[in-house]
């Protein structure tokens, strides 16, 4: 059987692949685990469904565990989460007494598997107290922030920041996220797999099958946005470009959204932009279930224009889809965004709904400049932002840590 | 493959081919004006003034820099001193024996700028100078190259990091400004000299390291042409 390994090389180039087999021989043997707090739903689980397998398929024993939690748990996460995205919200005591007690159920669960484990990664804050839970590790610890932390909210930071101090390195997307933490922090952005389901090139008639599937008009420019429906990601904003734009060109909006198992406050958001959204037949708001990726993936192909007007952004994987299908962006100006769209070339950054529609205008008006914005971005993610660059340098920091996290180390 | 190669009758070592692959690691150090930055430069670990000029041809970037450092492009892009990116734009880092020396002229340059300035040169705060500094793991691909022919087979299966370690990354190695190709044409005798003054000429820091990768190989298979036709 051919590897998925070979199916990349296809795309990166067979060299890029012996590198990564020759960087993971080096770690043949060792333990590594990664814990997170849902296994479908959002960017972190995206990532992990598709680096996991991969490492494995390089020979490491790697495994992936799910935090298992409670609604009043997520809550608590998800109010830091945006506290640490710069909102001014407190958790409750009560809020804190259940995050500390699902970290040590899960402790008691996970403690002999991450004790004995050579390399310890943890998503986000969630279970960021497990660490401190299992005494006896022998592994080097290593936080992975996939969030937007460069405003935080300082009492939650403070609050969240005894429980990451002993770890032993951290990972952030940008260098804007770093902290004052007394570890190495890596700056490692995500990134997006092009063999899966989600970025995988599709034959043309299954893209063509959408404008009925969702009675959009084939004839019309289509743009699109796709994030979970949090305010952060400004869906409202969206459709406040959209109804600017619409008085110039003839437009349809797409808006998708799907839910976690670990955000407890999109049901009721999504009712906000439902409302936004009035009763505009051209302002398609959709619900889809965490696996449709395929439909996702002909929605992006069949857009003009995919935007992503987040306020806050960690890194914005949806970015990187939509420029991975050509297509230029127009995203917020902020966090990881910044990094992957190169204004006037890969698409345009925006503050303001205003700022969106007239780049859409611009960009339905001129269409050779869409399509060359569109070349340059997929180009743009080719080189920079896929999965073999991601595992790159995971093996790289693995192989850091693991010599001693000198300048340079030299190996075999 | 070609037969190894002499020099006068004394056999010579193969070019041992070796890989790299960079990590990124901040400092937690950045500045927002001119001043500070030179407060931080002049402290900032010396590995930090290497990922800013060199460094980032591993990591990602868009292929078309503006500039060749990190230090011009936030002067253009940071600060808005068009004069300042250009005289940091001219400094050539292989020309400097040291780290330490590539430090000064920075500082230089900048007490130059604040002479001759009003006021202070700043930036917003989302765009700061942030200091980053790089961890490398260079490793042994265990292929040899035993003939300068091959070079022009062997050059596009080379990996970037390979490209990056033997092109780039040498360049600060002794012998100082010289790529590992040049010195290991060198060792075969005086044979080589057109070869070793076309390698340097290739500036490469305005090519992404695929481009440059595709400029040596062109290089290497002209060069076998040539040789071929004589």
Known sequence: ?412 | MAKSQENNGKPISPFAVKDCALVAIATGKKAQNLRELRDKLSQIHAGSIYYHFWGGMLRLQFDEPEYNNDFSAWAQNGLHDSCLAERWGAIVPSEYDDLEKLRQELIEVIEERLDESEFVPWSKTDKQFHFIRSQIVVYDTHHEIHHFRELAEVFPTLSLGSVFYHFIDAQRRYPVGQDDFRTWLSELGNGYDDLIGQLAEVDPYFASLSELRLRLTNIFTNYNNKRTKK
């Open chain 1, 1 to 412: 059987m051919k590897s998925s390994l070979d199916a990349y090389a296809k795309i990166t180039g067979k060299e890029v692949i012996d590198q990564l087999y020759q960087m993971a021989s080096t770690l043949r043997g060792i333990k590594v685990v990664h814990v997170n707090s849902t296994k479908e739903g959002g960017g972190v689980a995206e990532i992990l469904n598709r680096l996991i397998p991969l490492k494995k398929e390089l020979g490491i024993d790697v495994s992936w565990e799910v935090l298992q939690g409670n609604d009043e748990f997520y809550k608590c996460t998800k109010t830091f989460h945006n506290a640490l995205q710069g909102n001014r919200v407190n958790a409750s005591e009560a809020m804190l007494k259940t995050y500390l007690e699902v970290n040590a159920e899960n402790a008691e669960n996970l403690r002999t598997k991450l004790e004995e484990a050579d390399v310890v990664f943890i998503h986000d804050p969630q279970p960021a107290a497990l660490l401190k839970m299992c005494p006896n590790r022998r592994g080097k610890w290593i936080w992975r922030c996939h969030i937007d932390v460069s405003r935080t909210y300082r009492p939650v930071w403070k609050y969240l920041r005894p429980f990451l101090v002993d770890y032993d390195a951290s990972i952030f997307s940008l260098a804007a996220f770093a902290q004052a933490l007394p570890h190495l922090q890596y700056i490692i952005p995500p990134s997006i797999d092009p063999i899966s389901k989600k970025n995988i090139d599709l034959p043309e008639k299954e893209i063509k099958a959408i404008y009925d599937q969702f009675n959009l008009d084939p004839g019309r420019p289509m743009i699109l946005q796709v994030s979970r429906y949090d305010r952060f990601k400004d869906p409202i904003g969206v459709i406040e470009a959209y109804k600017l734009a619409r008085k110039f060109s003839p437009l349809q909006l797409v808006l998708v959204g799907g839910g976690a198992t670990d955000d407890p406050e999109g049901a009721l958001f999504i009712e906000e932009v439902r409302a936004a959204a009035g009763d505009d037949p051209d302002i398609h708001v959709l619900l889809l279930p965490p696996d449709a990726h395929h439909t996702i993936n002909a929605l992006q192909r069949a857009a003009d224009i995919i935007l992503q007007k987040s306020t806050k952004e960690g890194f914005g994987l949806t970015v990187t889809e939509g420029m991975w299908k050509g297509k230029p962006v127009i995203g917020g100006h902020t966090g990881g965004i910044r990094l992957q769209v190169v204004d006037h070339h890969t698409g345009f950054l925006v503050s303001t709904p205003e700022g969106a529609a007239l780049r859409i205008r611009y960009l339905l008006y001129h269409r050779d400049k869409l399509d060359e914005m569109g070349i340059k971005a997929k180009q743009f993610v080719l080189e920079n932002f896929l999965l073999t660059r991601h595992l790159r340098e995971y093996l790289t920091l693995m192989i850091g840590l693991i010599h001693g996290a000198g300048e340079r180390i030299e190996i075999g």
